[in-house]
């Protein structure tokens, strides 16, 4: 069976929420989004919230042993037999390389890392206007996609809210630590010809659609 073991890459605000939620209903696999998890674990103040959180606040990194548990443990769960959609994660050479052997373990690999190119300036303006829903995570923007109705989820009809490190000062360091730990993971993959480079600054509907050429039909 045709897998789909993907990989979304891109800086912060590149839209890997926006597109995941669209490939994901497109190709039936699940969305693991490692900041979404954490992110649940520090609401339900668990162990791992609380360890968590100092890391997310000023925004850096979570150490690689924490959350390269967390995808090991998650691709144990039945759901991702046909593929599945990683959204930031890895984010490091380490991360990449536990995934590949975890996979490895189970006689699969990467089949596609797709990479977002989006300017940091539009970055910076993407992630200061953000509001995400508090029961799906659907990422909006207060101007370039406002919900129909101010502060309520399209979807769901969740609340919307802004993340803390949404800020301009953490998005700028998001940024730099994007670049320094993460973007080496480009050259990472290329090595193995897996990697498919989109332009992200486009309108999100072309972006879904660039993504789609390049993964063929599900
Ligand atoms: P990431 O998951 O990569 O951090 P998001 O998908 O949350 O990024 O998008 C960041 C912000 O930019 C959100 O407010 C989202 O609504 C907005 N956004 C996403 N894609 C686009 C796009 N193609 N054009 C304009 N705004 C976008
Ligand atoms: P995100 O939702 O992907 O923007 O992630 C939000 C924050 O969660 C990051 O700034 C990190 O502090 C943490 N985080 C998410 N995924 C990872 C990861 N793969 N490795 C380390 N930290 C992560």
Do not use: W
């Not at 890895?90 to 300017?119: F, M």
């Not at 498919?196 to 660039?210: L, S, T, Y």
């Amino acid at each position: 069976m045709h897998q789909f073991n993907l990989v979304l890459l891109g800086p912060p605000g590149a839209g890997k929420g926006t597109q995941a939620g669209r490939i994901v209903a497109e190709y039936g696999i699940p969305h693991i989004s490692t900041g979404d998890i954490l992110r649940a674990a520090v609401k339900n103040q668990t162990a791992l919230g609380l360890e968590a959180k100092k890391y997310m606040d000023a925004g850096e990194l979570v150490p690689d042993s924490v959350v390269i548990g967390i995808v090991k443990d998650r691709l144990q769960e039945s759901d991702t037999q046909r593929g599945f959609l990683m959204d930031g994660f890895p984010r490091t050479i380490p991360q990449a390389e536990a995934l590949d052997e975890a996979l490895q373990g189970l006689g699969r690999a990467i089949t596609k890392v797709i990479v977002l190119l989006v300017d940091e300036e539009i970055l910076v303006k993407r992630l200061t206007g953000r509001r995400i829903c508090r029961s799906c995570q659907t990422p909006y923007h207060v101007m370039f996609t406002p919900p129909e109705q101010e502060g309520v989820c399209d979807k769901c009809g969740g609340e919307l809210y802004q993340r803390d490190d949404d800020t301009e000062a953490t998005v700028r360091n998001r940024l730099a630590v994007y670049r320094k730990q993460t973007e080496p993971l480009i050259e990472y993959y290329d090595r193995s010809g897996v990697v498919v480079r989109i332009d992200g600054a486009q309108e999100a509907e072309k972006v879904f659609e660039d993504i789609r050429e390049a993964l063929g039909p599900a």
